[in-house]
């Protein structure tokens, strides 16, 4: 294929910051595989300039965005339609234009499931499931897990009254899921851990301090990584390193590791789906961000 063209239709994220995303690396290498006259491009939008920037991806003819921090929620009244699962979560991270109205989705939710599921081997249905964390990705993962059949759910955080809301309202949605929230110290971390079946990390604790995470040095991580074991699953949202010292102690105790980076490529092949209707070339996204990221912090 030669070079973007008038015909050429584009795709971007907006985000601030945004110059590190990986995302221009791993959908263009999709649609190159596919022989898609697409492009993705990505754009630093500031808080401001959010609802002029999302008008005017009408205008110009995108046909969608994917949307990261701290636009995720903002975004959502900027919509004309949003998806049922975004609606819950009230959190977008994908936009498709459809005849000129944008709709939104979030891709985060099922893309957990696919990472736990696929690289993890996870059984999510009957499962019992802590969430470290109530921000946006913990947001997600803790509707998922619930909307997929968990039995039990529990969401710790660093502020419980944050944790306690966002369990109000994933126990509203899902009713027969049993959701519990709290403190998130070192040993409410060890009490659930010792009975989880699949953790899922959603803090900033243990990216590398190289770009602005603590580098795994918490209490409470450090309690949970002595009380790892055979049999469970263990998601660190993180992919920056992607073998945070979490998923280092998970695979020395015998547990399934899954990378932040997996959640990556599969949110992004469903970002991928929506936007195109077809299936995305998984194996093709992952190499071309897989190479990016260092293993270690």
Not at 8 to 14: E, P, Q
Not at 178 to 207: C, N, P, Y
Request: hydrophobic share 50%; proline share 5%.
């Amino acid at each position: 294929m030669t070079g973007p063209d008038a015909r050429t239709r584009v795709v971007a994220i907006i985000g601030d910051p945004v110059a590190h995303s990986l995302s221009p690396r791993m959908h263009n290498a999709a649609f190159a595989a596919l022989g898609l006259n697409w492009t993705y491009l990505a754009f630093r939008v500031q808080p401001a300039e959010l609802p002029q920037a999302v008008r005017g991806i009408r205008g110009l003819g995108f046909m969608g965005l994917n949307v990261t921090v701290p636009h995720k929620e903002a975004v959502v009244p900027l919509l004309d339609e949003v998806d049922a699962t975004a609606a819950r979560i009230g959190a977008v991270n994908t936009v498709r234009v459809d005849e000129e109205r944008l709709v939104g989705f979030n891709t985060d939710a099922p893309g957990v499931l696919d990472a736990l599921e696929g690289a993890g081997g996870a059984r999510v249905p009957g499962g019992r499931c802590l969430v470290l964390g109530a921000g946006g990705g913990g947001r997600a993962a803790a509707f998922g897990l619930a909307q997929a059949g968990a039995a039990k759910v529990v969401i710790l955080n660093r502020t419980p009254s944050r944790a306690e809301k966002l369990a109000q309202q994933v126990a509203a949605a899902v009713r027969a899921c049993d959701v519990a929230a709290g403190a998130l110290d070192a040993s409410s971390a060890v009490h659930f851990a010792r009975e989880a079946d699949i953790i899922v990390q959603a803090t900033s604790a243990t990216m590398s301090a190289a770009m602005g995470g603590l580098g795994g040095r918490a209490p409470w991580l450090d309690a949970i990584r002595a009380h790892l074991r055979r049999g469970i699953t263990v998601l660190d949202m993180v992919y920056t390193p992607k073998w945070t010292e979490l998923l280092t102690s998970a695979r020395e105790a015998g547990a399934a590791a899954v990378s932040g980076l997996s959640l990556l490529v599969h949110q992004g092949a469903r970002s991928f789906e929506l936007w195109t209707g077809q299936p995305a070339p998984v194996d093709v996204m992952m190499r071309a961000v897989d190479a990016e990221i260092p293993d270690r912090g």
